[in-house]
T-cell receptor, first 108, second 112 residues
Framework: KNEVEQSPQNLTAQEGEFITINCSYS?????LHWLQQHPGGGIVSLFM???GKKKHGRLIATINIQEKHSSLHITASHPRDSAVYIC??????????FGEGTQLTVNP | DAGITQSPRHKVTETGTPVTLRCHQT?????MYWYRQDPGHGLRLIHY???????DKGEVSDGYSVSRSKTEDFLLTLESATSSQTSVYFC???????????FGDGTRLSIL
């Protein structure tokens, strides 16, 4: 079993829908990251959080440390949100352990 | 992003040849990482560095070596490439704990 599990693996939505991607982890962490990878491969950091909730535009990330669970929400989804979303946890020192990613496709 | 340049961006080579990938950063970040990304596995850490000449192995380090003689450069070497090393390789940097990692654009390596 992977230390970081994401669900779903694939998600297709219609433009405007509210989207949730989940991440569960089984190890102690100091922080959790959400990353976005667009077709063409570039990876960008969306959020880094260790408690509570963060919001940036239409994106919201939450974490529950006791339940070892995080969610990434996208409100009013748009085709340009189509990408792979990756959850990663910071464990010992400065090393990240990654989930396999969630492929999101938003249709117009 | 964060001044990270990977070279080459694409490479095709034959089994048994040596290959070196370069990661160059302009942000003076202390930590540097090499990952590989394969379908069904996500990103996996190959090697990382926490300073000049200070490196350590990641979870998939067999068949790879690294060197960091300057803060700005982190080299990944495949001494004798094998087909199982066909992958997309990402370099990343981290300025310090509590900061997000910044990723290069990736190198697509095909070993025939």
């Amino acid at each position: 079993k992977n230390e970081v599990e994401q669900s779903p693996q694939n998600l297709t939505a219609q433009e405007g829908e509210f989207i949730t991607i989940n991440c569960s982890y089984s190890v102690g962490i100091s922080a959790l990251h959400w990353l976005q990878q667009h077709p063409g491969g570039g990876i960008v950091s969306l959020f880094m959080l260790s408690s509570g909730k963060k919001k940036h535009g239409r994106l919201i990330a939450t974490i529950n440390i006791q339940e070892k669970h995080s969610s990434l929400h996208i409100t009013a989804s748009h085709p340009r949100d189509s990408a792979v979303y990756i959850c990663a946890v910071l464990t010992s020192g400065s090393r990240l352990t990654f989930g396999e990613g969630t492929q999101l496709t938003v249709n117009p | 992003d964060a001044g990270i340049t990977q070279s080459p961006r694409h490479k095709v080579t034959e089994t048994g040849t040596p290959v070196t990938l370069r990661c160059h950063q302009t942000e003076n970040h202390r930590y540097m990482y090499w990952y590989r990304q394969d379908p069904g596995h996500g990103l996996r850490l190959i090697h990382y560095s926490y300073g000049v000449k200070d490196t350590d192995k990641g979870e998939v380090s067999d068949g790879y070596s690294v060197s960091r003689s300057k803060t700005e450069d982190f080299l990944l070497t495949l001494e004798s490439a094998t087909s199982s090393q066909t992958s997309v390789y990402f370099c990343a940097t981290l300025g310090g704990e509590g900061q997000p990692q910044h990723f290069g654009d990736g190198t697509r390596l095909s070993i025939l």
